[in-house]
């Protein structure tokens, strides 16, 4: 399952999203992780919350970011649940231009069992139609 959390800047998602994957560790069974572009975040995670700061690893496309996700979850059969917070800094491509990766990932997603909660700096009204059946 995806989920995006969506709004203009500022609108509160990285609060949301943080909130949520501290959350979760309540009420998902397997390993809950956070991913990001940098460090900012990382200490206002509870320590059960793997974060993982993709910006190490050089993960700047919709393809890298596949890849990326994929990587995690060949070497870690127990992930349930991966939280993105500023998916669109991350991936550096702009929403219009993720149709096929949002594609793949719900295929990635039902194959593994496990949830994928994006936050996404996207306003309702200029959002594409593919992702709004995504929207939280």
Do not use: W
Request: proline share 1%; with cysteine; glycine share 6%.
């Amino acid at each position: 399952m995806i989920q995006v959390i969506h709004g203009k800047k500022g609108s509160g998602k990285t609060k949301k999203i943080l909130d949520m994957a501290n959350g979760a560790i309540n009420s998902y069974k397997g390993d809950v992780i956070f991913v990001d572009d940098d460090n900012r975040y990382m200490f206002d995670l509870k320590h059960e919350v793997r974060f993982v700061n993709a910006g190490e690893y050089g993960c700047d496309s919709p393809e890298m970011f596949f890849g990326f996700l994929c990587g995690m979850l060949s070497q870690n059969f127990d992930i349930s649940v991966i939280f993105v917070d500023a998916f669109l800094k991350l991936i550096k491509c702009d929403v219009e231009k993720t149709a096929d990766l949002f594609a793949r990932l719900e295929k990635l997603t039902e194959a593994h069992h496990v949830d994928v909660i994006i936050s996404c700096s996207v306003d309702d009204q200029a959002a594409p139609e593919f992702i709004k059946k995504y929207f939280l």
